[in-house]
């Protein structure tokens, strides 16, 4: 059996779950307790490739059915359906941000599997930083982050602000209404470079 066949008798498996709602909203897969069927040869790539096998999932269609019955528990994630429940690989995040809107005091993003998601309470920004800058996250859904494009992070840089919280200053960026932290204000000579 080929990669190919293989791969469409996945989606084919999965495919019912995922189109069980075709208003874009979130699947309960977060309440779903099926059994665990093992892992499978599934990789989301740290820039947001999908792989099956080593092959890239190429149509945009099946990467989005397999995103919408995404669930992570703990540090590792899984595909889940009612009847089954199999394990993948994830390199840092699943999802890339890679268009980024603001309205009014809102930063809305959307991402490489067609998700919008308004950064806010719900939907925390994040920030890690290492030797080579500060990396950008924004929660899209149920614990699954996306990392924030290069671009975007660069964006994200521009709109830095020096806000009061608690008893000192820190930089960070304002959305809908809440505060996203990124460093102390006294740690930092200015602005956050993206890596």
């Known amino acids: 059996m080929t990669g190919d066949n293989v791969l469409s008798e996945a989606a084919q498996r999965f495919s019912p779950y995922a189109e069980q709602d075709a208003s874009g909203k979130s699947l309960p897969v977060d309440q779903w307790n099926p059994p665990f069927c093992g892992d499978i040869d ?3 790539a740290r820039d947001g490739g999908w792989f099956h096998n080593g092959t890239p ?8 059915l397999f995103a919408r019955i995404l669930r992570k528990e703990g540090d590792a994630y899984f595909l889940v ?3 089954e429940k199999v394990g993948i690989q994830v390199e840092d995040v699943p999802f890339i941000a890679v268009g980024m809107t603001a309205e009014g005091d ?3 993003f959307r991402t490489n599997v067609g998700d919008v998601v308004t950064a806010d309470a719900e ?21 699954l982050f996306a990392r924030l494009s290069r671009a975007l992070a660069q964006d994200i840089a521009a709109l830095v602000v020096v806000a009061q919280q608690a008893e000192s200053e820190w930089l960070g960026v304002w959305s809908a209404g ?15 470079t993206a890596s």
């Open 81 to 83: 359906t009612p009847v």
């Open 123 to 143: 939907h925390p920004l994040r920030f890690d930083s290492g030797e080579d800058g500060f990396k950008p996250y924004v929660c899209v859904r149920n614990g």
């Open 57 to 64: 999932i190429l149509r945009l269609a099946m990467v989005q």
């Open 42 to 44: 599934m990789l989301i």
């Open 106 to 108: 809102k930063l809305s």
């Open 178 to 192: 809440t505060f996203f932290p990124i460093a102390p204000a006294d740690a930092n000579g200015g602005a956050p």
